[in-house]
Structure formats: structure tokens, C-alpha cells
């Protein structure tokens, strides 16, 4: 049976301030970058709280949320993880990845060490779920790559909006996240994103970005082509 209907409507704004709100989140989010150095200064678990919930407001394919966000603080569990990710990624890096990706990755900088995942206060783990069990019946989540992508761009948004600075990380394979905290084999890990506040000496590689006119379409005028 069809939801119930409820009005919807957004608070109204002239052009103008559209334009110069536009602005503001435009330089606001043009300053978050990927932090890979953390500080150990504390985040209390309710503001995380206030990013999950604002992730968890996400657009999700049929209204499932086929997310599981696991927020970490336990010194021992971050410890757990590090030694495990830096593992898979010594692999990676030595042996699993083609000369390709690792001259891809070479502007970055990045090794197999981790340490900020032992440093930063919250790691949070994302998880994707295929499908649930109901009954004993598998119940299929639809979209659920889009969807949790989609709330972990809401997250790290949020983070970056309060003052809290994240990584996207991805260490590969992920298999490993599973185990560690406790999650079930329909839960495919996602994404691992430290959040913290970045370390008085960070600093990011200046990374250029390719121009928007590259990746955007108007009709069907053809976009700039890729200068790379
Ligand atoms: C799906 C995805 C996976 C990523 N995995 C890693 C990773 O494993 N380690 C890392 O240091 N950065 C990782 N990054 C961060 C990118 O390197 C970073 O976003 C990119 O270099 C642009 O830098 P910026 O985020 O500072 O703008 C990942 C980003 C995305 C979107």
C-alpha cells in the first residue's frame, strides 16, 4: 500500500541568495581534502552521532538504507585494524598492484603505512548490505552500491561541515573489516573513514582537479575534451 502523502516544500530564496549561498558552500567545500595525518585530540561520540544521522537522511534505493556504519573508538579494535590493513596494503603495494595504479597513486603519495588509523579518534567503518534475512527467506537490497555511496558523501560532507577532517580509505581487499567487527557475510565492507581533526603539522599534495567543463554536458554540446 502507498505511503501516506505529506506536503513538502523548502524554504523559499531569491536568486540572489541562491547564488551567493552557492558561493559560500562552493569555497566551503572546496577546502575539504583528504587527511591523512590525524590528530589524537578527542571527538565525543555524540557529534559522530550527529554525522551518522545526518548520512543516515540519505536517498536510498527503495527506502532500505542498505547501510550499517560501524563508529570505532576503542583504542584495541583501531590497533586491530591498522596491523590488518597495513598488511593487505604491504600485499598491494609490493605485489598486488600494477604498475599502473601505483604510477596513478604516485602523485598522492601513499604508502602501506597507516598510522593514522591508530591516531585518529573515530574510525568509521561502512558497510554495504546486499540483503537481509527475513524469515528465512533473503530479502534483496536495490542499489545498495549507489545508496551507500551516496550516504557516505553525506558523512564525509557533514564532517567537513562541522570542522572534522576524513579520509576515504580503501584498503584492499576489505574482507578483513568483516571479521573485525563482527558483521555478518550479507554486509560487504565499504569504505573505512577516519574522522578527527587534522594534526598541527598535516599537510595534503597538491593535487590539481580536473576542470568541471571536462566532466559536465550541457545538452548536447560536447564537453571540453579531457586535457590529461
Ligand atoms: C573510493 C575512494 C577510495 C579511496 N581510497 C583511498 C585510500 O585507500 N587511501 C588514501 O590515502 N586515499 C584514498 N582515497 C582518497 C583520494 O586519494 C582523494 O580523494 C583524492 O586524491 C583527491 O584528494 P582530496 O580528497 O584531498 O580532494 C580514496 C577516495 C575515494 C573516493
Not at 35 to 58: G, W, Y
Not at 98 to 109: F, K, R, S, V
Not at 218 to 225: D, H, I
Request: glycine share 4%; proline share 11%.
Amino acid at each position: 500500500m502507498p505511503a501516506p502523502q505529506v506536503p513538502y516544500s523548502l524554504a523559499p530564496r531569491t536568486l540572489a541568495q541562491q547564488l551567493e549561498r552557492a558561493a559560500a558552500l562552493h569555497s566551503e567545500f572546496s577546502a575539504r581534502r583528504s587527511c591523512r595525518a590525524f590528530s589524537p585530540r578527542e571527538v565525543p561520540r555524540n557529534l559522530i552521532e550527529r554525522i551518522l544521522e545526518i548520512a543516515h537522511t540519505a536517498p536510498s534505493g527503495a527506502n532500505l538504507r542498505p547501510w550499517r556504519f560501524v563508529a570505532i573508538d576503542d583504542p584495541r579494535i583501531k590497533r586491530e585494524i591498522r596491523i590488518a590493513a597495513e598488511k593487505e596494503e604491504r600485499e598491494s603495494y609490493e605485489r598486488r598492484m600494477p604498475q599502473e595504479w601505483l604510477d596513478a597513486l604516485e602523485p598522492i603519495g601513499t604508502d602501506c603505512r597507516k598510522p593514522f588509523l591508530d591516531v585518529a579518534p573515530w574510525l568509521i567503518v561502512v558497510f554495504r548490505i546486499d540483503w537481509e534475512p527475513v524469515g528465512d527467506k533473503r530479502r534483496k537490497n536495490y542499489y545498495p552500491n549507489e545508496s551507500t555511496g551516496l550516504a557516505c558523501g553525506l558523512l564525509i560532507a557533514a564532517a567537513h561541515m562541522l570542522g572534522l577532517a576524513t579520509l576515504t580509505h580503501t584498503p584492499s581487499p576489505m574482507g578483513f573489516l568483516r571479521e573485525i567487527c563482527g558483521r555478518p557475510d550479507n554486509e560487504k565492507p565499504f569504505l573505512l573513514i577516519p574522522v578527527g581533526y587534522p594534526a598541527e603539522d598535516c599537510t595534503v599534495p597538491d593535487l590539481p582537479r580536473i576542470p568541471l567543463a571536462q566532466r559536465v554536458q550541457w545538452n548536447r554540446e560536447a564537453p571540453l575534451p579531457d586535457a590529461r
